[in-house]
């Protein structure tokens, strides 16, 4: 292989490397032999028969992948907070309730109901589980829960903007490094049995293809030379057209 071969693989390598970094995809597998193929020189034709967009990984959005990771986790707590108002409220009647049985039995003349008792709790109920405390709790868990909604419509409308804006960008650069290492592989392979009769075979429907659109061009070629007037047809029209043009000279004169 000539020196300025060798020099275009290193530099190909270098490319690839780059690429692989930036995308983290240097510790792919399909990456690590590609990089070792081609400083290795070796297998340049089998990677000349790989087909053109599995080269090289396909590519995902890194960052929108990390927003979407958030977007899991504020869901999950989203989710789980909707169900602990209707708990702390079950645990607080609950506690409530005991509470109440226990004033009753101790107080057995006083006229309190259920719901005074649960507000007030005389003593016999722990501040945390009266009736406004609860509620408040219980409001300050809904607000948190339409907070995170918004936070969660937000970071979903991003992660769509950003993925959008990541698979564009990584395509493209993928495209043209693709293109690259098949035109190399293309040009450097070696020829065997195998792949000149694929090579032929291209070669020979391209020159098919191309003798049918001349064959084509020829015919619509043809068709419109028939349409134009003959040669011997455009002399006598001038030799008319001259002899009109000294009859009218000739009779101003």
């Given at each position: 292989m000539p020196n300025s071969s060798r020099k275009e693989h290193e530099l190909l390598a270098e490319k690839i490397s780059l690429w692989a970094i930036e995308n983290q995809q240097f510790d792919s597998r399909h990456i690590q032999d590609l990089l070792k193929d081609l400083n290795s020189k070796s297998n340049w034709n089998y990677w000349s028969s790989v087909e053109a967009n599995n080269l090289l990984p396909k590519l995902g959005s890194l960052n929108s992948k990390r927003l979407r990771d958030r977007y899991q986790k504020f869901l999950f707590a989203r989710n789980l907070l909707v169900f602990l108002p209707v708990t702390i409220t079950w645990i607080a009647i609950s506690e409530a309730s005991s509470s109440f049985s226990e004033f009753t039995a101790a107080n057995e003349g006083s006229v309190v109901n259920f719901l005074q008792f649960w507000q007030d709790g005389y003593g016999y109920l722990l501040p945390v589980w009266r009736?406004?405390?609860?509620?408040?709790?219980?409001?300050?868990?809904?607000?948190?829960?339409m907070v995170l909604t918004i936070i969660l419509q937000l970071v979903s409308s991003q992660a769509e903007k950003l993925e959008s804006v990541e698979i564009e960008r990584g395509s493209l650069s993928r495209g043209v490094l693709i293109r690259e290492i098949?035109?190399?592989?293309?040009?450097?392979?070696?020829?065997?049995?195998?792949?000149?009769?694929?090579?032929?075979?291209?070669?020979l429907r391209d020159l098919s293809k191309s003798t049918r659109n001349l064959e084509q061009?020829?015919?619509?070629?043809?068709?419109?030379?028939?349409?134009?007037?003959?040669?011997?047809?455009?002399?006598?029209?001038?030799?008319?057209?001259?002899q009109e043009v000294r009859k009218l000279k000739n009779s101003r004169d």
């Amino acid at each position: 292989m000539p020196n300025s071969s060798r020099k275009e693989h290193e530099l190909l390598a270098e490319k690839i490397s780059l690429w692989a970094i930036e995308n983290q995809q240097f510790d792919s597998r399909h990456i690590q032999d590609l990089l070792k193929d081609l400083n290795s020189k070796s297998n340049w034709n089998y990677w000349s028969s790989v087909e053109a967009n599995n080269l090289l990984p396909k590519l995902g959005s890194l960052n929108s992948k990390r927003l979407r990771d958030r977007y899991q986790k504020f869901l999950f707590a989203r989710n789980l907070l909707v169900f602990l108002p209707v708990t702390i409220t079950w645990i607080a009647i609950s506690e409530a309730s005991s509470s109440f049985s226990e004033f009753t039995a101790a107080n057995e003349g006083s006229v309190v109901n259920f719901l005074q008792f649960w507000q007030d709790g005389y003593g016999y109920l722990l501040p945390v589980w009266r009736l406004s405390s609860v509620a408040l709790i219980d409001f300050l868990i809904l607000a948190l829960i339409m907070v995170l909604t918004i936070i969660l419509q937000l970071v979903s409308s991003q992660a769509e903007k950003l993925e959008s804006v990541e698979i564009e960008r990584g395509s493209l650069s993928r495209g043209v490094l693709i293109r690259e290492i098949f035109d190399f592989f293309s040009r450097n392979q070696k020829i065997t049995g195998l792949n000149f009769d694929k090579t032929l075979a291209n070669s020979l429907r391209d020159l098919s293809k191309s003798t049918r659109n001349l064959e084509q061009i020829t015919k619509e070629l043809n068709k419109s030379v028939k349409g134009f007037p003959s040669y011997l047809k455009i002399l006598r029209e001038i030799k008319t057209l001259n002899q009109e043009v000294r009859k009218l000279k000739n009779s101003r004169d």
